[in-house]
């Protein structure tokens, strides 16, 4: 490959590659060597509709453990898309090809629980300070039988190695809310990547929006992580010259093909090459010409040897194994490629962390209270002032009051139920992340989540209910009266949580609910009754939980008192045709619509990804 400054690049590439297989050699037995192997990625395109399109082409690549590698190229050229493809992050597309990690494909349990991913953009709690946010991620993700102290330690280390003490305690914040820089958030996202002890990390665009100072900085901690444990592979954009002399190799990218992959050298230069090339329109040349060079054949035989080596040495450990007693250092690398598990921590611990740490903020977090809180306060204040004292009427004149305050007090919750679809939208990728990380299973996360919701609002319901019960004057069993209400709540919730994990965005599933929830109000049996519902509509109220809600209430109030409305003698709850119906089984009925949109919302949330990644 001809140079600006005469040397031969491709002797030096090759006695690098010869030096970095022995050093492979020597690492494989504690790290994880990562190997591309003819890997091609298409994906339906969004520019032409039934076209594919090819993002990546015959990409070839060895990542040893001990080496740091940057993934260069022009902007569009592949670069995370490679990475994601080799991080088991793509969900759309179709890759073929080979990528091993020590020697075989590697399982999702594997790249969740023991690689570290630094997304381009951040996705941190904006409630959490920059060290909670570490500790949360640290309980989550180290071994559960690791003192706090420990791991407190070892977050404290990351804070001060990553420039981030002085911002420990300041909250993350968001758009709406003013936290940390920036820059900040990009550290404490890699410090996040980096309190997990990853065997393979990969970077995307570390230092983008980094000041040239605080990159070299940041690289330079990412740099120090480099031992034979570890292997580190990082896109990046505009490297500074210590930054880019901090790497050990270089893959350079154009229009998803393979341009350069060697030692970097003083090769910082050829990355403009490469960039002015692809603005030309040339870049396809370059490429041509890597794919017949002497440095292509000399990188395919290294990769091919090392894939045989791990090939060789995973079928040695196998009939070693047998005959060892001692666990030692490479049977740890197989023990992490073989693992079992997602997750390090079991989901009853990371439910523990959820609430310590999630739910205690959200707790004292005026943002998360107000629309919890505030639409129940005032309408039951509504309810309370105008319906003051009617409830023991129980005269014909005054049973549209009393059942349009049942009505009402059932259906509120339903309505409430909006306000928890947005933070379900809006931490998705957050979730994704989170979950991508292996830090806990969808299941933990719903558990916690509606567990978060319905802890606040069993005390919170319980005073709004005693003050709407005894100030109406309302007859029945109170506790009836209540756990309809905080019941048909939990509805709600796990309704805007299904419909959040279903509906494609925040305005489609804030059109989605109100429009259910009002089908729900016609088939309730009080706008139009049970007899007067046309034959092919009755089938609606069945599964219509209003019905069982406000049904429940107005048995609670009316039966033993049940005022006669009719000439011929038919008393209210016969026109409902809620007499001879237990109150109770209706409880029943709702919590069984509870469990079953719980389930649901489960589901979407395990199975429905948004993002076309
Ligand atoms: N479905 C698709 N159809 C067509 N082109 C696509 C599709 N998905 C991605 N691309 C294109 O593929 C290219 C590679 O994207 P990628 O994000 O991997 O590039 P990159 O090198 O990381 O860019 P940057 O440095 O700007 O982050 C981009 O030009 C992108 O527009």
Not at 255 to 272: A, C, N, S
Request: glycine share 8%; hydrophobic share 45%.
């Amino acid at each position: 490959m001809p140079s600006p400054d005469g040397v031969d690049h491709t002797e030096v590439i090759v006695h690098a590659r010869d030096a970095a297989d022995a050093k492979a050699h020597a690492s494989s037995r504690a790290g994880v060597v990562v190997v591309a192997k003819d890997l091609t990625y298409d994906v339906a395109s969004f520019k032409d509709k039934g076209v594919k399109a090819r993002l990546l082409s015959d990409v070839n690549g060895l990542f040893n453990p001990g080496e740091m590698t940057a993934l260069l190229g022009p902007s569009g050229s592949g670069k995370t898309t490679f990475l994601d493809v080799l991080a088991g992050r793509k969900t759309v597309g179709e890759t073929t090809g080979e990528v091993l990690f020590g020697g075989k494909a590697p399982s999702v349990k594997f790249l969740r629980r023991h690689t570290g991913y630094v997304e381009q953009f951040d996705t941190l709690i904006a409630a959490l300070t920059v060290r909670e946010m570490l500790c949360y991620t640290a309980e989550l993700k180290r071994p559960m039988n690791e003192p706090l102290a420990s791991k407190e330690t070892a977050v404290d280390k990351l804070l001060r190695d990553l420039g981030l003490w002085d911002a420990r305690d300041v909250v993350v914040g968001s758009q709406m809310v003013k936290g940390i820089s920036g820059g900040q958030a990009k550290r404490t996202n890699i410090a996040i990547a980096l309190i997990t002890d990853p065997s393979v990390l990969f970077l995307d665009e570390p230092t983008s929006g980094l000041d040239s100072f605080t990159a070299n900085e940041v690289m330079s901690v990412v740099k120090s992580l480099v031992t034979d444990e570890v292997t580190i592979l990082a896109t990046i954009h505009s490297p500074t010259a210590y930054a880019f002399s901090l790497f050990d190799n270089a893959m350079i990218l154009c229009g998803g093909r393979q341009v350069y992959f060697g030692p970097t050298g003083k090769g910082l230069w050829l990355i403009d090459v490469f960039t002015e090339a692809d603005r030309r329109g040339d870049a396809v040349a370059f490429a041509d010409v890597y794919e017949t060079s002497s440095l292509k054949k000399a990188c395919d035989a290294s990769t091919r040897a090392a894939v045989a080596a791990e090939k060789t040495r995973r079928r040695r450990r196998g009939s070693e194994e047998s005959l060892a007693d001692g666990v030692t250092t490479q049977s740890l690398a197989d023990t992490k490629l073989n693992t079992t598990s997602s997750t390090v921590t079991p989901g009853w611990w990371a439910f523990y962390v959820m609430l310590k740490y999630r739910t205690r903020k959200n707790y004292r977090d005026p943002e998360y209270l107000g629309p919890r809180l505030g639409d129940k306060i005032f309408l039951s204040f509504i309810i309370t002032t105008l319906y003051l004292g009617r409830g023991n009427d129980f005269g014909a004149d005054n049973v549209i009051n009393i059942s349009s305050a049942l009505f009402m007090w059932s259906t509120l919750p339903a309505f409430g139920a909006a306000a928890y679809i947005p933070q379900i939208v809006l931490e998705r990728s957050l979730y994704m992340r989170e979950r991508a990380d292996g830090l806990y299973n969808p299941l933990t996360y719903v558990v916690a989540k509606i567990c978060d919701e319905m802890l606040l609002l069993v005390f919170v319901t319980l005073c709004i209910a005693v003050v709407v019960f005894f100030a109406v004057d309302l007859a029945g069993s109170f506790w009836l009266f209540w756990l309809t209400y905080y019941i048909t709540l939990g509805n709600g919730i796990v309704l805007a949580y299904l419909v959040a994990a279903a509906a494609p965005n925040m305005e489609a599933a804030n059109a989605i609910l109100p429009t259910y929830v009002v089908t729900l109000l016609f088939f309730a049996g009080f706008l139009i009754t049970p007899e007067d519902t046309p034959s092919y509509w009755k089938w609606y109220s069945y599964v219509d939980l209003m019905k069982y809600a406000w049904g429940a209430l107005m048995i609670n109030q009316w039966d033993g008192n049940d005022p006669v409305l009719f000439a011929g003698g038919e008393t209210l709850l016969e026109t409902y045709e809620l007499d001879d119906v237990n109150k109770w089984g209706y409880v029943g009925y709702l919590l069984l619509f509870f469990c079953a949109f719980f389930v649901l919302a489960f589901l979407a949330l395990k199975h429905i990804n948004h993002s076309k990644r």
